[in-house]
């Protein structure tokens, strides 16, 4: 695909001389796959996370539509990709999210740590966990840990030594002062739970959400695993330089912002009808920091995309919507209200960015369509007829294939069509609006 004006390949360092409006146009023409690039800050690889976008993808609307200072908004941050090229251009990054993962995944990597400092009470804290590892009160004060079904879901999945290796980890790791090196080091502790091969779990393809029990899997040592991920991790370390950025524990449906008051908005929703669940995976570490089953069934009925629909308000939505839902309806009456409800909630969320975005500039919505019971719910048309019935100007949409190296997603390269799953997300859209 041509490239236009715009060149990829270089350095960021400023905008082009274009007009805002011819830089947005190219946008939705050039070329956004990035096949086989890779992201320059070493950040964006210290976590496991599904569906993230690629750097390179915020990073070119960041540098073309932006200027240093601005503010680039994601209000549904997950692995804070966007927040971190946001900072990387010097701009001001505030996200929203009301995953609990993605909120210490936030404070770990764009608050700048002392490489030493963490590395040598990394190297402590594993000394320490070690040591309290045979203590007969150690073995006692886990069974207290967590609750009834929480523990239930622990020996389920984690081996007896492996849950002690963890929970002498944390509590090592809870008595640190320094809150950044806290959060580093809880970080490093969930990147080893949350892996593609389900790291020091019994679990197996947990990264991509869909995970599946191994009970003949020898999961390695947490203490070496650990020590691993620290050196490797802050070997290669690139902190950010001054960063500037705000993190709210917040819905995007009601985003704790002025109205008028952000530059741009970069965001990927999550998909329809819990396709891909989040918490599923994230639960997996969430229970060692403290959080019981209970707690995050909580978070999950107010996600986005979830399958719960009770108590909720249908709103009458643009035609297109309307007419997929029925599609829905007509096989699954059950999921075609979920994905009423879903459409519903984006209708929420993008009247929310209108209201914070600055008149006449850009919100850029990465999504992929899915297909539930045989049909395509079409979710790049639909949230742009929804955008353009709040008022936004479409300027485009573009669309780019998956770089399935890297995207890590329930679905492999060659499709099969009897498969819900591998029938989708092999490309994605990246839509363009421009509040009027």
Known sequence: MKQLEIEFEREPVERSTLSYNKRLENLTRCDLSFIGKNGRNSLHNVHSFPAKFPPQLPNIFIQELTKENDIVLDPMMGSCTTLIEALRLKR????????????????????????????QTGKSVVNLAFKHFSDKKSKKEILNFFDEKTLNFVDYWFRKETQLELYTL???????????TKNFLKLILSSIIVTKSGGVSLATDL????PHIAKDKSPSSAFEDFNKKLSSLLKNYTPLENPIFKIFHSNAKAIPLETNSVDLIITSPPYAN?????????????VWFGYSLENISEVRNDFIGNNS???????PLPIRCMTVINKVQEVDRQKGMALHSYYTEMFLVIREMYRVIKPKKAVVIVVASSVIKG??????????????????????INQRQLD??????????KRDQTSQIETRMHEEHVIIFQKT
């Open 309 to 315: 629909f009770k108590g909720k308000t249908f709103l």
């Open 404 to 413: 399935r190296d890297k995207r890590m997603m329930p679905t492999r390269w």
């Open 92 to 119: 001001i990054a505030y996200g929203c999210d009301i995953d609990p993962l993605s909120i210490l995944i936030a404070k770990a990597k764009l608050n700048s740590i002392n490489v030493e400092k963490v590395f």
């Open 170 to 180: 944390v509590q090592q790791i809870n008595k640190l002062e320094d809150e950044q």
């Open 207 to 210: 990264a991509h959400t869909r």
């Open 375 to 396: 049909v395509d719910t079409l979710t790049h048309e639909c949230l742009s007829d929804i955008g353009k019935e709040i008022g936004f100007n479409l300027i485009g």
């Open 274 to 286: 819990n396709a891909i669940d989040y918490l599923r995976a994230h639960k997996f570490s969430l």
